[in-house]
């Protein structure tokens, strides 16, 4: 493992100017979730559930473990360990995953033991996108009550409007307001330090909070209420795991300069002004955040509080979309219509389907709970989850492909657990107060993600039938040759050896072939992104047929056209205006025998089999050159 990351080489200018452009930018994408954590976290450590009394033991004892979760967590753990585990430049718990699949790196029990693990916690990050909005928005409307109480009844009609208009803002990508977004976190976070600061200033013995001395208090005088109160105390680095996987746009160098020069500073001055507050004003502990401000600030801090919760918001959905996006190249989803919305930026990708669920979804959340202390309790349980199986998934990489000694790796991963699991355990104290939901959606989403994935399997291993090398056909095809048609045929199939079945059954219904036949799989490596160069390889094979390896790395959305015209360097010419593309399309019909899946995934498989994105789609191919020949099958 190099010490050179490749997303690095995008900004290649080490002037100010170099860093200070993509750290602007890293700060509306990557730091909009935990940049906004301030509105509710440490409020619903004093005004929720298991709230405690704001005495300044307390307050003090909440503010240290605030300090040292945001250095544990994120500086050390995400910003100093974390980002050095990516898969080409990639970061998340999928790309972590697809760096362990290789099986000369796992063997086969811890391969079944990990795979479920990871999809677990990626499944989990659904309900998560579904949470920060509404959680987010939420409170940031809430401010109206400080302001004006008599608006408090507009507060959830005023965060719906906003939600709705932000989802369907959505398809329209954010490349042409992305640049807004930087600057106008740059001003929140600088509003953050600006109104913490204030706080300090009234009550500066607040900074003896930094020592950790106070925490370990806080837990002998709080006992159990103390284990409670770490749950929302979690609230503060809820972005951690989104930090991770947002590594890939930038680099580990402007998200590392971001939150050193200024996210970290403006959040800790930001969480000691409030304490500063509630040391003067104990009575503030319904808002605290809010408090800070003097009045005449209310009604501008407010507006630009929604702004951002909307830029963390956006950012958290494009994040599924390119979760989305990497679990139907890895097998793990069904196809679904995927937009592109960006020509310079691969990672702005618009997903219909998930947009519309989790619209539906925040917005149920919204109405459900009602307010933004109401839904703490579903915020946290999804994350410290997918905090607990990075860590796992870390450990196994040290050992296995950084090849660390088993002694080093275990000390390291059993530091990182010392902090999840009592996060964790203290999240999962919440299940009855709405924890529920996380677990209900990320199981839900589990399900299908290994139901897709298992029934695709027993599909094509149904399907494999006789395996007839391509050359044997051809053979028997010279021996018998059938009348052959101008123009080309490219047969799609995901066998990278044999004949394809819907060949065979093309020629035994239609007599004919055309004069040049293609055989084309579309590969996903286990990598996020193969080059242009790498992207194709051929095989020309005799009486007119060639075999075609289309890679694609599980960031990518494949494009066969574009793929087929880079065939002509290796000697296959193909007019895209002459070419019919014949795809299979499989019905699933109940087995006669007993299913390979149990009836009821069998039933789903064929739901989701159904209601899959048509390859013609998923493929880009002309809808006009597209010939589908159906097949019933069993699995």
Not at 46 to 64: I, R
Not at 247 to 254: C, I, T
Not at 329 to 348: A, D, M, N
Not at 356 to 382: K, R
Request: charged share 15%; proline share 7%; glycine share 8%.
């Amino acid at each position: 493992m190099g010490n050179r990351h490749p997303r690095d080489d995008q900004y290649p200018d080490h002037s100010a100017r170099g860093f200070l452009l993509p750290s602007l930018t890293v700060l509306g994408v990557v730091y909009g979730d935990i940049g906004t954590s301030p509105l509710y976290a440490l409020r619903e450590c004093f005004h929720g559930g298991h709230s405690l009394p704001p005495t300044p033991a307390n307050v003090l004892g909440v503010l240290s473990l605030i300090f040292w979760a945001l250095t544990l967590v994120i500086s050390v753990k995400y910003l100093t360990f974390m980002m050095r585990a990516d898969n080409r430049g990639e970061g998340g718990i999928l790309a972590l995953l697809s760096l362990l699949m290789p099986a000369n790196r796992l063997s086969s029990r811890q391969r079944r033991l990990l795979l479920p693990l990871g999809l677990f916690g990626a499944a989990f990050l659904y309900g998560d996108g579904a949470i920060t909005p509404a959680i987010s928005v939420l409170s940031a409307v809430e401010g109206l009550k400080i302001a004006a109480p008599e608006l408090e009844g507009s507060v959830q009609p005023l965060t719906l409007a906003i939600l709705v208009a932000l989802f369907l803002f959505q398809k329209r990508g954010t490349a042409k307001v992305g640049l807004v977004f930087g600057p106008t976190m740059a001003v929140w976070f600088i509003t953050l330090a600006v109104l913490g600061v204030g706080g300090i200033l009234q009550a500066p013995q607040v900074l003896g909070a930094l020592s950790p001395h106070h925490a370990f208090q806080f837990f002998l005088a709080n006992g159990r209420l103390a284990f409670f109160v770490l749950g929302a105390v979690f609230l503060v680095v809820t972005g951690g795991e989104a930090l991770y996987a947002d590594m890939g746009h930038f680099g580990p160098r402007p998200i590392r300069l971001a939150w050193f020069v200024l996210v970290f500073p403006a959040l800790l001055l930001n969480y000691l002004g409030q304490g500063a507050l509630l040391l003067l004003r104990p009575a503030e502990t319904r808002e605290p955040f809010f408090h800070l401000a003097p009045d005449w600030a209310l009604y501008p801090l407010v507006l630009l509080a929604t702004v951002a919760t909307v830029i963390a918001s956006q950012a958290v959905i494009s994040g599924a979309f390119s979760l989305t996006r990497q679990a139907i190249q890895l097998g793990y989803s069904p196809r679904l219509r995927l937009v592109q919305t960006s020509s310079e930026e691969i990672g702005q990708v618009y997903c219909p389907a998930v947009n519309n669920g989790l619209m539906l979804t925040t917005l149920a959340l919204v109405i459900g709970f009602g307010s933004s202390t109401s839904l703490a309790g579903a915020y946290g349980v999804a994350v410290t989850t997918t905090m607990v199986i990075t860590t796992v998934l870390a450990f196994f990489l040290m050992i296995r492909h950084w090849r660390w000694h088993p002694a080093i790796a275990g000390a390291m991963a059993a530091l990182f657990l010392a902090i999840d699991l009592p996060f964790f355990g203290a999240n999962l104290l919440k299940i009855g107060h709405g924890g529920w939901f996380p677990i209900i959606a990320g199981g839900a989403v589990f399900v299908v993600m290994t139901t897709w994935h298992r029934g695709r399997t027993e599909l094509v291993a149904t399907l494999q039938g006789a395996d007839e090398s391509l050359s044997a056909f051809i053979e028997a095809l010279a021996a018998d040759p059938p009348h052959r048609v101008p123009g080309t045929a490219v047969f799609m199939t995901g066998r990278t050896k044999g004949t394809p079945p819907i060949l065979h059954h093309h020629l035994a219904h239609n007599q004919v072939l055309h004069e040049q036949v293609v055989v084309l799989t579309v590969i996903t490596e286990e990598l996020p992104r193969v080059p242009a160069a790498e992207r194709v390889e051929v095989t020309l094979l005799p009486l007119g047929f060639a075999r075609v390896l289309v890679r694609y790395g599980f960031m990518q959305s494949p494009h066969v056209p574009v793929a087929l015209r880079q065939c002509e360097p290796h000697g296959l010419t193909i007019d895209l205006e002459d070419i019919t593309y014949y795809l299979a399309r499989e019905r699933i019909i109940a087995p006669r025998r007993s299913p390979a899946l149990l009836v009821w995934r069998e039933k789903l498989f064929a739901f989701l089999n159904r209601n899959a994105l048509g390859a013609t789609v998923f493929f880009n191919l002309p809808p006009e050159q597209v010939v589908e020949l159906g097949q019933q099958v069993e699995i």
